[in-house]
């Protein structure tokens, strides 16, 4: 069964201690962060369907268990909302996908991808942000631009 790009909630059980939570929506590629976060605290993790996720805690309710925050049973991970999920050619491979960019480089004359001086912070922020808040270096050249108004994320 393919899982779709949205929506699963993960619940999390302590069964030592009878406690569960959940957190979520989220996409797919989110879930393992989730599920390394409540291994390394020894607690049990799984991906619901969000039509699923009200029947499964009602039934942990019923068994008596108590329903916490999730960040009482597990270190919440790291926010991966905005990194970019996509394939870069192989000159922005290694960069980190939280400040991957899309810009039109001056030296290149081209598209190009580039890497931005703080965490990509949506196109709405990013865009409304004032000129040199955000900073973006072109990963194949070299080239440094502050016009914020005409970059994207594909």
């Excluded at 390394?40 to 799984?46: S, Y």
């Excluded at 598209?111 to 000129?131: I, S, Y």
Aim: some cysteine; overall charge neutral.
């Amino acid at each position: 069964m393919k899982k779709g790009k949205h929506e699963f909630y993960i619940l999390l059980k302590d069964t030592e201690r009878s406690r569960f939570a959940s957190t979520g929506p989220m996409e797919t590629h989110l879930l393992n962060d989730w599920y390394a976060a409540a291994d390394a605290r020894g607690v049990n993790a799984m991906d619901v369907r969000p039509e699923a996720l009200q029947a499964e805690c009602r039934f942990l309710l019923d068994k008596g268990w108590d329903e916490v925050e999730p960040e009482d049973l597990v270190d919440e991970p790291i926010d991966r909302a905005n990194h970019y999920v996509g394939k870069l050619p192989a000159y922005a491979s290694g960069t980190d996908r939280s400040k991957v960019i899309s810009i039109l480089c001056r030296d290149c004359s081209k598209v190009r991808w580039a890497a931005l001086n703080k965490p990509f912070p949506g196109v709405e922020k990013l865009k409304a942000a004032g000129m040199r808040e955000y900073q973006a270096i072109c990963l194949k050249c070299g080239y440094s631009a502050s016009d914020n108004y005409n970059w994207s994320r594909p």
